[in-house]
């Protein structure tokens, strides 16, 4: 039986806060859809004292943001971009279009067809995160969108630099230094000056999030993210000090971040919990994770590995580092979760900021259904029949003819009976069903 040393804060305390998010989101973005540019100024002057005639940057503000970058700084962001491009790449390989003939003379197949606009967001309130630039932006190019905008909050009141210069960097078609739920909502409703897009993906706070999750229906997105998340499943092979840099490390994200360790061994669990405390004493950026260690920071002690795999499963994380004997039991067997890490020389930074995977995954449980963003995100992939035989339209027909009236649809039944009637030859009564042939009916 799993015994949680440490507990986070209960369900009902988030669904409160998700509710007061709700209705804010709801008012906000109905303002948007009334007054469009005049509400997402008011907004941007609001909530990030930003006021612009036009908040799309000109290749000349695009410009002088990557000359702000030193060399260094262009090459490291290049360097993660290709990591992503090469990724994304192979994951694109993989999508092929398919045609086969089924029956003698059914053509069936697919096509995989990029959506025609993606609206990437890429946070930046707390920190300048251009990370998701390269996630979001790369990843709809790679899947051949023709039109990528960007949005991503001012930083400190103005363009926020390395974010444009990533977003410029990977093939955005247009860049708005614009946040909140006024970007998200611009993009999706539309505005005089900026046009609707059809799919919107990246991460964002919890009304980033709860805006996104409004408008989903109205236009794609890449799923319903919550807070940024973290687990670290750990046994003996590894000491305290890694496993509470992997958790602080995330719970840096924002007060409301979880980080849960999950272990076999007390002393592990133990001593974790103490360092976690001393780090928290020399972290930078321990006024945040502070909160959200408080607050939503678990430590559970299982029996076995079997236990550990049971639980894991159960909270369906976004980010599991696995730092184990045998990582690779996880790996086989473990089903819900947004990304994987295994070994203790890799991390969920790596995957943030450089190695390659996408960093926008599903929280809240969501990994039990879905997985992160990637190019088949951005891409719809739709089927096509072709009946090129009269022989063929008069065997599917009647087959049809009689399912129509097995389920009482008339209008649909008769779409099979003209054509049984035209190229087959055969008399159908009109709303009828087709008798069976020598081909259709059962002892054939």
């Known amino acids: 039986m799993a015994d949680w040393l440490k507990k986070g804060a209960d369900v009902e305390v988030r669904a409160e806060a998700d509710r007061k998010v709700r209705d804010v989101v709801e008012a ?4 948007i859809e009334a007054r469009g540019d005049a509400a997402v100024r008011d907004l941007s002057i609001r909530f990030d004292g930003w006021d612009r005639e036009d908040y799309r940057l000109s ?39 398919v045609e086969v003939e089924t029956l003698p003379g059914v053509i069936l197949g697919h096509r995989n067809i990029p959506v025609n606009a993606a609206g990437c967001y890429v946070p930046g309130g707390k920190y300048p995160l251009l990370a998701s630039a390269h996630m979001s932006v790369i990843t709809a190019k790679v899947a051949g969108v023709p039109r990528v905008v960007t949005c991503a909050p001012p930083f400190e009141g103005k363009p926020a630099a390395a974010i444009v210069a990533a977003q410029a960097m990977a093939g955005a078609d247009a860049i708005y230094a614009l946040g909140g739920i006024q970007a998200i909502g611009a993009m999706a409703l539309g505005t005089a000056s900026i046009d609707p897009v059809d799919m919107l993906v ?59 360790l999950i272990t076999n061994s007390e002393k592990l669990a133990r001593e974790t919990m103490r360092e976690v ?34 639980v894991a499963n159960f909270y369906a994380n976004e980010h599991v580092q696995v730092m184990t004997r045998d990582p690779d039991y996880f790996l086989k067997n473990m089903t819900n979760y947004g990304a994987l890490f295994l070994g203790p020389r890799t991390n969920v930074a790596y995957g943030d900021k450089v190695i390659g995977t996408n960093h926008t995954l599903p929280t809240r449980k969501a990994a039990r259904y879905t997985g992160g963003l990637w190019v088949g995100k951005f891409i719809k992939t739709c089927t096509y029949q072709k009946v090129l035989t009269d022989e063929a339209t008069t065997l599917v027909g009647e087959y049809c003819s009689r399912l129509c009236a097995l389920e009482g649809f008339a209008g649909h039944g008769e779409q099979a009976n003209i054509r049984v009637r035209r190229y087959g030859g055969r008399n159908v009564p009109y709303a009828g069903a087709a008798e069976p042939s020598e081909r259709t009916r059962v002892d054939a």
Request: proline share 4%; hydrophobic share 45%; aromatic share 6%.
């Open 59 to 97: 290749e000349a503000e695009i410009q002088a943001c990557i000359d702000t970058l030193s060399p260094q700084d262009v090459k490291d962001i290049e360097f993660a971009q290709a990591q992503v491009r090469r990724f994304a790449e192979v994951q694109r390989a993989a999508l092929q279009d």
């Open 202 to 260: 990246g991460p964002g706070n919890a009304f980033v999030a709860e805006a996104k999750r409004q408008l989903f229906g109205r236009v794609g997105i890449d799923l319903f993210a919550g807070p940024t998340e973290t687990m670290v499943i750990a046994d003996d092979s590894v000491d305290g000090e890694i496993c509470a840099t992997d958790l602080l490390g995330q719970a840096e994200h924002g007060p409301d971040s979880p980080a849960i």
């Open 277 to 310: 405390e001393r780090l928290l004493d020399i972290l930078p950026t321990a006024a945040i994770a502070r909160q959200a260690w408080d607050k939503y920071g678990e430590v559970i002690v299982c029996a076995d590995e079997a236990e550990m795999l049971e």
């Open 28 to 31: 906000t973005l109905a303002d």
